[in-house]
């Protein structure tokens, strides 16, 4: 009999931290840099990544609003962002893009 397995939740307090996640994940030996969405679920922006291969882990973040650029430039070597309407040039960044989630099958803990 196989269990289903369970998410994990993380909310963070700010929007640099729920991106070094991103940062971690793109210096690890694979490389793979998770998937960054913005969805409005139950009236509320909500920024979130999902990682974890054999149990989920959704890391999110509450905004204020949607963003109104399509990627976020990101440091590699201090952290620092900026949200960006397409992928630049800077080699010391990662570009990830904002994608846009009409629903989701999960609930946040709100």
Do not use: C, R, W
């Not at 974890?52 to 609003?65: Q, R, S, T, Y």
């Not at 949607?66 to 070597?77: A, D, M, Q």
């Amino acid at each position: 009999m196989s269990e289903e397995p369970s998410t994990t939740y993380f909310k963070y307090k700010n929007l640099e931290d729920l991106l070094k996640v991103i940062l971690f994940a793109a210096q690890s030996p694979i490389g793979m840099i998770p998937m960054f969405y913005h969805i409005k679920y139950k009236d509320t922006d909500l920024f979130f990544i999902e990682t974890g291969a054999i149990n989920p882990v959704i890391h999110f973040i509450i905004v204020k609003e949607k963003p109104e650029k399509k990627f976020i430039e990101l440091k590699h070597l201090t952290g620092k962002y900026e949200f960006v309407d397409h992928i630049g040039s800077d080699t010391q960044s990662i570009y990830i893009p904002i994608l846009e989630l009409e629903n989701v099958t999960f609930e946040f803990p709100l």
